[in-house]
């Protein structure tokens, strides 16, 4: 089960700036000047990476402690936290 914990800690790790990279990527493409829809418009975009920006750093953090052990031996009852 540790093992299982650590591997998916690296698929976190890994999905976290790939999810940042696609929505830069996304906002490059889709933004233009001369577009009449709401997905042209750089606010939107704006607005949709300052809300999933921290996620995909929470997303980072998580997997870097489960890839490091913090997760190996969980607190069995309160006393312990």
Do not use: C, H, R
């Not at 790790?13 to 001369?34: K, R, S």
């Amino acid at each position: 089960m540790n093992q299982l914990k650590k591997t998916l800690g690296l698929v976190w790790m890994l999905i976290a700036p790939a999810l940042l990279f696609t929505l830069f990527i996304g906002a490059g493409v889709y933004i233009d000047p001369n577009g009449k829809a709401e997905i042209n418009q750089p606010v939107p975009w704006i607005i949709i990476i300052a809300i999933f920006s921290p996620i995909a750093i929470g997303f980072f953090l998580f997997g870097w402690y489960a890839w490091k052990g913090e997760y190996d031996k969980l607190p069995e009852n309160s006393e312990e936290v």
